[in-house]
């Protein structure tokens, strides 16, 4: 349970939907996958709830069929514009090839614009909008192909 706090306490500085700590707990106890990177650290995959210290960031997604999710990413609020959502993107797209994924799927607020530039990077294009999805803004629906 104290890494789900550790991720409630990013996700409710950076989202204004945050996921509680139950939520977060519910997912990790669920069958996601998660990329965490820790202060002076380098990120790390876990597929159980370790705890080597504070977190700086996280990624948590889903892999069902050769098809993932990226269901949240973040970085805590005093950690950013350090390259630590690009590493965790180096990391996360290491793991879904070691496991064979072919596709990545995720959503975005149309206004988050550092957000769609990342995504931009590593390759995920545009496959549809849903119109007012986030109170009065659109969700971008972006997919990444990998090799």
């Known amino acids: 349970m104290e890494l789900a706090r550790k991720i409630a306490k990013i996700e409710a500085e950076t989202f204004s939907d945050a ?17 965490i990177y820790y202060c002076d650290s380098k990120a790390t995959v876990f597929s159980d709830e370790k705890d080597a210290g504070e977190i700086s960031g996280y990624i948590l997604y889903s892999l069902v069929c050769g098809e993932a999710e990226l269901l949240r990413i973040a ?7 350090k390259g630590i959502a690009n590493t965790m993107m180096e990391v996360f797209f290491s793991e879904l090839k070691k496991n064979a994924c072919e596709k990545i799927f995720l ?30 803004h659109d969700a971008i629906i972006m997919q990444c192909e990998l090799d």
């Not at 939520?23 to 990329?35: A, D, M």
């Not at 975005?108 to 009065?136: C, M, S, T, W």
């Open 19 to 35: 996921w509680s700590e139950e939520s977060v707990h519910s997912t990790l106890s669920g069958s996601c996958n998660y990329v």
């Open 75 to 81: 970085v805590d609020s005093s950690m950013r514009k």
């Open 107 to 136: 959503e975005v607020e149309d206004e988050n614009v550092p957000a769609i530039k990342l995504y931009e990077k590593f390759h995920f294009k545009e496959i549809h909008r849903r119109k007012n999805y986030y109170q009065g």
